[in-house]
């Protein structure tokens, strides 16, 4: 599974971005894909996950309410809907696809996009 993120980029406090994971070279059927985050200096975050199948999602608390991921299963692409973004939601997003149902850490995943890079100014 080859996997591509892009969409990010720089935007005030409050504002939205969008961002995208093409994902290619197997159907994703049996697969479950997500968003993981890192900041400068700190560890990979969880952001959110789907089950490819079935569309079930999970948000951590720091996320709930403000992004919303959803897929596209004709272009085998993901998308995250981000709102209300916080400086604190600033680092490389990267998308990640595995065979788990909703994991949350990043050992559930085997493959991995190239990053892109979110900016949230205050």
């Known amino acids: 599974v080859q996997l591509q993120a892009f969409g990010g980029g720089l935007v005030q406090a409050g504002g939205s971005l969008r961002l995208s994971c093409a994902a290619s070279?197997?159907?994703?059927?049996?697969?479950?894909l997500a968003w993981f985050r890192q900041a400068p200096g700190k560890e990979r975050e969880f952001v959110v996950a789907?089950?490819?199948?079935?569309?079930?999602?999970y948000y951590p608390e720091s996320v709930k309410g403000r992004f919303t991921i959803s897929r596209d299963n004709a272009k085998n692409t993901v998308h995250l809907e981000m709102n209300s973004l916080k400086p604190e939601d600033t680092g490389v997003y990267y998308c990640?696809?595995?065979?788990?149902?909703?994991?949350?850490?990043?050992?559930?995943?085997?493959?991995w996009g190239q990053g892109t890079q979110v900016t949230v100014s205050s």
């Open positions: 990640a696809a595995g065979r788990t149902n909703l994991g949350v850490v990043a050992g559930d995943y085997d493959y």
């Open positions: 070279g197997r159907t994703l059927g049996s697969y479950g």
């Open positions: 789907i089950n490819w199948s079935s569309g079930l999602t």
